[in-house]
């Protein structure tokens, strides 16, 4: 059996151990220490936002995002609807309620159109807008921060799959009041678990902080007036963090490989890629493609997905979106016209997108696509 072809696994550099050296050498590997603060500072300078706070997850980041948006019992967030779980569960945690926002199908992210609808709808009891940059296409991010500003909501971008990635030159992670990154292990850089709340308001970073460390009232003794979390970065982790960003740009040149060479591959067969807006320079976590009406009677993303597995090669179906999920079954949803993203889910499928991947191995993919359509 050939070795495993990953959808999209950790790739360490050695620089990485180099800052964890260092927390080990002072002796700082907690509470927080240089490399978080340098991390944060790092993230921010990269991205271009005034402040960040380096946290255990980038659920927490979106935690934490919905909590200072004022999100509780009874408001309403509309939220991307073909994403991963974790853009939409903080809103529960909160005792909010989502209402998922169909997909438009030029970024396969949130549809403006749909999303005023909603606003029709639901009107003064709209507390946020969460909205994700799907697979690291950033969404139509203007139209939208631009229909949130109209009505006086709090925008959160959920740039989890996206760092890197810009719109019209600018990074994604800024376009929201508040925003979070992650550093899981599949996401283009890792710090093996984390995440991260960026806002250019200064103050409310210091209040994730607050919040993130058991919000603890400033009194020699523990003295707490609200509750509390416990959300913030190692300086362990902070230190691959750091190793990490030294090699950003770099993988999302490898990613943006990756995917062109799979455009160019499938030219003649019934698929396309997943698409982007022209003002975009995506970091193209991950490739995905999407199978054709005319030959869904043949072949099912399904069935690609089995033929690679017996290859010993990873992929993986499309985000099932939340409006489908048995645990969502009694939130509502609204879409715009057709529901492009059931759509998507139902003819779509994530390829290996693995940047230690050689260009051997995405060549051994391509074949066994291609011969799933007689090709
Ligand atoms: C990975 C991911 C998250 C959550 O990040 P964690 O660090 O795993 O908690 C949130 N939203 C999206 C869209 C993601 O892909």
């Given at each position: 059996?050939?070795?495993?072809?990953?959808?999209?696994?950790?790739?360490?550099?050695?620089?990485?151990?180099?800052?964890?050296?260092?927390?080990?050498?002072?002796?700082?590997?907690?509470?927080?220490?240089?490399?978080?603060?340098?991390?944060?500072?790092?993230?921010?300078?990269?991205?271009?936002?005034?402040?960040?706070?380096?946290?255990?997850?980038?659920?927490?980041?979106?935690?934490?995002?919905?909590?200072?948006?004022?999100?509780?019992?009874?408001?309403?967030?509309?939220?991307?609807?073909?994403?991963?779980?974790?853009?939409?569960?903080?809103?529960?945690?909160?005792?909010?309620?989502?209402?998922?926002?169909?997909?438009e199908?030029?970024s396969?992210n949130m549809d403006p159109k749909?999303l005023k609808?909603?606003?029709?709808?639901?009107?003064?009891?709209?507390?946020?807008?969460?909205v994700?940059?799907?697979?690291?296409?950033?969404a139509k991010l203007d139209e939208i921060a631009e229909i949130c500003k109209d009505?006086?909501?709090?925008?959160?971008?959920?740039?989890?799959?996206?760092?890197?990635?810009?719109y019209?030159?600018?990074?994604?992670?800024?376009f929201?009041?508040?925003?979070?990154?992650?550093?899981?292990?599949?996401?283009?850089?890792?710090?093996?678990?984390?995440?991260?709340?960026?806002?250019?308001?200064?103050?409310?970073?210091?209040?994730?902080?607050?919040?993130?460390?058991?919000?603890?009232?400033?009194?020699?003794?523990?003295?707490?007036?609200?509750?509390?979390?416990?959300?913030?970065?190692?300086?362990?982790?902070?230190?691959?963090?750091?190793?990490?960003?030294?090699?950003?740009?770099?993988?999302?040149?490898?990613?943006?490989?990756?995917?062109?060479?799979?455009?160019?591959?499938?030219?003649?067969?019934?698929?396309?890629?997943?698409?982007?807006l022209?003002?975009?320079?995506?970091?193209?976590?991950?490739?995905?493609?999407?199978?054709?009406?005319?030959?869904?009677?043949?072949?099912?993303?399904?069935?690609?997905?089995?033929?690679?597995?017996?290859?010993?090669?990873?992929?993986?179906?499309?985000?099932?979106?939340?409006?489908?999920?048995?645990?969502?079954?009694?939130?509502?949803?609204?879409?715009?016209?057709?529901?492009?993203?059931?759509?998507?889910?139902?003819?779509?499928?994530?390829?290996?997108?693995?940047?230690?991947?050689?260009?051997?191995?995405?060549?051994?993919?391509?074949?066994?696509?291609?011969?799933?359509?007689?090709?």
């Amino acid at each position: 059996m050939s070795e495993k072809i990953w959808l999209s696994a950790p790739t360490m550099h050695g620089e990485e151990l180099k800052f964890i050296k260092e927390a080990f050498d002072t002796n700082w590997v907690a509470p927080l220490g240089k490399n978080v603060t340098e991390f944060e500072n790092e993230t921010a300078k990269y991205v271009g936002c005034k402040a960040t706070a380096a946290m255990t997850a980038g659920t927490h980041a979106l935690h934490m995002a919905f909590k200072l948006a004022g999100v509780g019992p009874g408001d309403i967030v509309l939220c991307s609807d073909l994403t991963f779980a974790a853009t939409v569960n903080p809103v529960s945690y909160l005792g909010g309620e989502q209402v998922f926002i169909d997909s438009e199908r030029e970024s396969w992210n949130m549809d403006p159109k749909a999303l005023k609808k909603a606003f029709e709808k639901y009107d003064k009891r709209v507390k946020a807008v969460v909205v994700a940059n799907l697979y690291g296409i950033p969404a139509k991010l203007d139209e939208i921060a631009e229909i949130c500003k109209d009505r006086g909501v709090t925008l959160i971008e959920d740039a989890a799959e996206s760092l890197s990635s810009t719109y019209k030159g600018r990074q994604t992670g800024t376009f929201g009041k508040y925003n979070a990154l992650s550093f899981n292990g599949n996401k283009i850089i890792t710090t093996s678990g984390g995440g991260m709340f960026l806002s250019d308001d200064e103050e409310a970073v210091e209040k994730v902080r607050f919040y993130s460390t058991q919000a603890r009232d400033p009194a020699p003794w523990y003295q707490h007036s609200e509750i509390g979390y416990n959300y913030r970065m190692s300086n362990i982790v902070a230190g691959i963090g750091r190793g990490q960003l030294l090699h950003l740009e770099e993988h999302k040149e490898l990613k943006k490989n990756i995917y062109k060479r799979y455009k160019e591959a499938f030219k003649d067969i019934e698929v396309e890629m997943n698409p982007y807006l022209e003002c975009s320079d995506p970091n193209f976590w991950l490739s995905c493609i999407t199978i054709n009406e005319a030959s869904q009677n043949k072949v099912t993303p399904e069935i690609l997905r089995l033929a690679l597995d017996r290859e010993n090669i990873e992929s993986r179906p499309i985000w099932k979106p939340m409006h489908l999920q048995p645990v969502f079954a009694k939130k509502d949803y609204i879409s715009a016209g057709e529901d492009v993203g059931e759509d998507i889910f139902r003819r779509g499928l994530c390829l290996p997108s693995d940047i230690k991947m050689t260009a051997k191995e995405q060549d051994r993919v391509i074949g066994i696509i291609k011969r799933c359509f007689d090709v």
